[in-house]
């Protein structure tokens, strides 16, 4: 059962492999002529969508995209569906986890909690959708820690845990992350919309 995962992101690509085992998960590689699709949504449902209906009508195959992002309570739930171009440039982790310390480096540590969101959406070439939610809780750190994953995972410790994400291991950080929780989710929904 071929899928088209709405994505250029290495990363994401090999995460989702390993979360929807069992499907032919292809990335936007495969399709050069699909254009990045502008995520213009206000939640990360709209932004899912988007791209799963864009990469769906482009491919002519089904299409998973999901949406994500850090949501830090003292900041009301940003930077959210702007997490990845938190600091102006789309992309730019670094930059972005440095903006975030920066403007949280008066709050006291016991205030910094957060948790990651994420929205995964199905798509099929006739229109057809189904959508599943997944979060993380925890806390923020005030300095980086750990060499794996991306995006904010240096500074992002789930509850119930001492290490940052980015210090996990990526099958441990699997079993628990957001993506994982919406992905894992979302697979039954798919089985059955693509059941022959």
């Known amino acids: 059962m071929r899928i088209v995962l709405a994505t250029r992101n290495p990363g994401k690509i090999a995460e989702l492999r390993r979360i929807l085992s069992g499907f032919d998960i292809v990335g936007l590689e ?5 254009g990045d699709v502008a995520e213009t949504g206000v939640t ?8 799963a209906h864009a990469v769906a009508q482009g ?3 089904p299409a998973v995209a999901d949406d994500s992002g850090l949501c830090v309570d003292v900041l009301n739930g940003m930077p ?3 997490s990845a171009r938190w600091s102006g440039r789309h992309g730019d982790d670094r930059a972005n986890l440095d903006l975030l310390l920066a403007q949280v480096s008066d709050v006291p540590a016991g205030k910094l909690t957060a948790h990651f969101a994420c929205v995964a959406a ?6 057809e959708q ?3 939610e997944g979060t993380l809780p925890g806390h923020l750190v005030r300095a980086p820690r750990g060499e794996h994953g991306f995006g904010y995972d240096p500074i992002f410790v789930p509850e119930g845990e001492r290490r940052t994400t980015a210090e996990m291991t990526p099958e ?4 628990i992350s957001h993506r994982g929780r919406a992905f894992r989710s979302l ?6 919309l693509l059941a022959p």
């Open 130 to 132: 189904r959508v599943a």
């Open 80 to 82: 959210g569906v702007f």
């Open 30 to 34: 495969e399709f050069p002529e699909i």
């Open 44 to 51: 990360f449902e709209d932004n899912a969508l988007l791209k």
């Open 59 to 61: 491919s002519g195959l």
């Open 122 to 127: 199905l798509a099929l070439p006739g229109g």
């Open 187 to 192: 697979a039954p929904l798919v089985r059955e």
């Open 172 to 175: 441990e950080k699997d079993t």
